[in-house]
């Protein structure tokens, strides 16, 4: 599996940043809603489904306005596959999480992202980290260790074990689509991730597609417009900036989330929480900002310029 390191002259930060800010707050509203099905005994298979089924039919307007169906052709078919297979995997892990846990312990423990995103960047682009980052991982991952409190019973361990997987997977695609964002437009990003999750997804449903009431339908309506306008906007933040810039709007997820938990479940977040999330929060924003830094210095943007051509 090979990636392109991400190009310097992509970036416009404050579009970038704005569209992160869309996007948390659309899929922040998702994952609420993906909860609130799982409550009414749908599974994490049809919720999938169903946000991609919708999705699409939310896409399809957007194409035709900007020129129709040719305008999504792309010649990384390949590189689209590889992200429907860690995109649609993620995804479901991401959607079994909340199912299994309270909404803020869920959406605390996706905050490794940026910290599974730097060892992935070790691994697949070869970047070298130096003992700042390895301490901010070292923290972060202390932070999850509060937040679950293993053996404590403070929350589900396989619910946990689900979250993080689900990071680790979430980090991997942000990889692959800032190597996409370079070549294909995010609209094209989030079509081709779309309709190519489509068939295996169908196959699923014969297996477990359940009819639900009305109210329960609409629910599922929401997972699936709220996912559209989320992927888009997450899609072109990274292709707007980088992730070191737009990381930041990231952990407003908590705030929704902790929200959406009182609001619907009266549910608040533990003292465990309150002290493991701001060190896994401090740990990502301590690794963008060493890392833009570094994309500052012009040692580091000649290698990552060769990087890029090598790749």
């Known amino acids: 599996m ?55 039919l939310f896409l399809i307007p957007i194409i035709l306005s900007q ?35 309270p909404l803020a312990e869920a959406t605390s423990i996706t905050f490794t992202v940026p910290i599974f995103a730097t060892l992935l960047a070790i691994l697949l682009l070869s970047e070298s980290v130096g003992w700042h980052r390895w301490s901010a991982i070292l923290a972060g991952f202390a932070g999850v260790l509060i937040i679950v409190q293993p053996g404590g019973g403070a929350i589900a361990w396989q619910g946990a074990l689900v979250a993080l997987i689900g990071a680790l997977l979430t980090a991997l695609v942000s990889i692959i689509i800032r190597s ?32 639900h009431d009305a109210e329960t339908f609409l629910i599922i309506a929401g997972i699936g417009l709220c996912g559209g306008v989320g992927q888009l906007a997450l899609t072109s933040s990274l292709r707007l900036a980088p992730v070191s810039i737009v990381l930041s709007a990231d952990y407003t ?8 938990g009182w609001l619907i479940w009266q549910s608040w977040p533990s003292v465990w929480t309150w002290i493991g999330a701001p060190l896994i929060i401090g740990s990502g924003l301590y690794i963008a900002w060493r890392e833009h830094n570094l994309a500052r210095r012009p040692q580091y943007r000649h290698e990552a310029k060769e990087q890029a051509e090598a790749n």
């Open 180 to 211: 996409l964002g370079s070549t294909d437009k995010p609209v094209t990003v989030v079509f081709w991730f779309t309709l190519l999750s489509l068939p295996p997804l169908s196959i699923g449903m014969f297996y477990y597609g359940a009819l």
């Open 67 to 101: 020129g129709g169906f040719a305008t999504v052709k792309t010649q990384r078919l390949g590189t689209h596959m590889q992200r429907l297979l860690v995109g649609l995997t993620g995804m479901m892990f991401n959607f079994a999480a909340v199912s299994l846990l």
């Open 253 to 260: 997820s908590l705030i929704w989330a902790t929200f959406f």
């Open 2 to 56: 090979a990636f392109t390191a991400p190009t310097l002259q992509q970036n416009r930060p404050a579009q970038g940043l704005a569209m992160r800010l869309l996007a948390v707050f659309a899929l922040a509203t998702m994952m609420a809603l993906v909860k609130m099905a799982a409550d009414r005994g749908v599974n994490t298979l049809e919720s999938v489904f169903y946000r991609q089924a919708i999705a699409i």
